[in-house]
């Protein structure tokens, strides 16, 4: 809507961190946009970024400011998804915050499945570190998170959360590749190939090996799951992943995976939700209903 165009001026300039960026981004030119700025702060009485050589950046009177458009964006968004539900079709723009381990396969059936029968709700996706995407809840950057491991539960609040199997990635003429599973200390002597801390799986691994008494040394850690994988082609490195992350053709590459026992290690979970106390535009609370039925079909008992 028009009167919220100067808040999106605003958020524009936050997110780029510089007057140019956010013009580009925005299609105004610069000079427009500052003055729009600069009407804003004169009403307020206030400036709201600070000048720097780099940028800008807001202070603290915009960071208030910035809330509170953020939130004004995620209301319009639930009210445009309730007036469109009205109509029965579904609309409306769907931010998820998710971590690595959903990406590759879960996320992207759903996603696709949801744009066909919807076709006029839209998504953006970001991927986050481990605590980082619960945490973006609290500005309404994002509607929904699925987090593997949190950390950040006070302000989340939980839909669904499903215990995740973790198996280790090799090759398939690897010596270990015809065990049923197996226990931490059976990697120890291999080449490890594992996540950089702080992802879930590497604090799993890490917390599983703590409690027999070793450390896990790896040759090479990445953020990269799929690189960590590849790497474990026509050698002896191990790589590991979760069950919602396990390649159905991991044959067609010659590898295998073993399942691995975290010996009562705190439960490995998965998590889906959003802010707390916040109610979800219509859009976003639908796609989080079908997140967490997909969960509990696949993983719960």
């Known amino acids: 809507m028009r009167h919220m165009l100067i808040l999106k001026y605003i958020d524009g300039i936050a997110k780029a961190g510089s007057l140019r960026g956010a013009a580009e981004q925005l299609n105004i030119t610069p000079s427009a946009l500052i003055r729009r700025i600069q009407s804003v702060e004169e009403e307020l009485g206030v400036e709201i970024f600070e000048r720097h050589p780099s940028g800008l950046r807001p202070n603290i009177a915009g960071e208030i400011l910035l809330k509170h458009i953020r939130d004004q964006f ?6 445009k998804s309730r007036i469109a539900d009205l109509s029965g079709m579904r609309a409306g723009h769907i931010n998820i915050a998710a971590t690595r381990e959903v990406v590759p ?24 570190e481990r605590g980082e995407a619960e945490a973006s809840l609290l500005d309404n950057s994002n509607d929904i998170a699925v987090v593997y491991e949190p950390l950040r539960l006070s302000d989340f609040q939980t839909v669904c959360s499903v215990i995740q199997p973790m198996y280790c990635i090799m090759a398939a003429d690897h010596p270990l ?31 599983t090996a703590g409690k027999v008494g070793i450390e896990l040394k790896p040759v090479l850690e990445s953020n990269s799951l799929d690189l960590l994988r590849l790497m474990s082609q026509d050698s002896e490195a191990l790589s590991f992943c ?9 044959a067609k590459d010659n590898l295998v995976a073993v399942p691995v026992d975290l010996q009562g290690v705190a439960t490995s979970v998965l998590t889906a939700g959003h802010l707390r106390g916040r109610t979800l535009p219509v859009a976003a609370a639908r796609f989080l209903e079908t997140v967490s039925r997909e969960l509990v079909e696949q993983f719960e008992e």
Do not use: W
């Open 177 to 207: 590749a015809q065990r049923r599973s197996l226990k931490i200390y059976d990697c120890a002597d291999y080449p490890l190939l594992l996540p950089k801390r702080p992802q879930g799986i590497r604090q799993i691994l890490d917390a």
């Open 105 to 128: 396969f879960f996320l992207p059936r759903l996603l696709k499945a949801h744009l066909a029968e919807f076709p006029a709700v839209t998504f953006s996706v970001s991927l986050y």
């Open 242 to 250: 979760l069950a919602i992350n396990r390649r159905p053709e991991l």
């Open 74 to 79: 995620a209301d319009m968004d639930r009210v």
